[in-house]
């Protein structure tokens, strides 16, 4: 069993930065997968970032150079920081893990965080 805590979110005007963690327990953290997806509101949860134990990275198009995502296996944290922010990045921020997919597909991601709140004002 793996947990995850989301923290970092909050209210950001456009244009600005913010950086969000996700704390994991278990001692087998760097064996994960680790993404992030969000939620806008009235939209389906969507894919964001994911990054593997050794630091291979895929992006949205949406959030490509504005985005990154990485890790500290050392602290079990996995970071997305997010920069040059517009409105359309309003949305609940999940961090997730699974051990054998590097994919982009939700059902195959075993863990989910209780979700994060970022709201972009325009």
């Known amino acids: 069993q793996v947990q995850l805590v989301e923290s970092g979110g909050g209210l950001v005007q456009a244009g600005g930065s913010l950086t969000l963690s996700c704390a994991a327990s278990g001692r087998t953290f760097n064996r994960y997968y680790m993404g992030w997806f969000r939620q806008a509101p009235g939209k389906e949860r969507e894919f964001v970032a994911l990054?593997?134990?050794?630091?291979?990275?895929f992006y949205a198009d949406s959030v490509k150079g504005r985005f990154t995502i990485s890790r500290d296996n050392a602290k079990n944290t996995v970071y997305l920081q997010m920069n040059s922010l517009k409105a359309e990045d309003t949305a609940v921020y999940y961090c997730a893990a699974n051990r054998g997919a590097y994919s982009t597909v939700q059902r195959l991601w075993d863990y989910w965080g209780q979700g994060t709140q970022v709201t972009v004002s325009s």
């Open positions: 990054i593997s134990g050794n630091a291979n990275t």
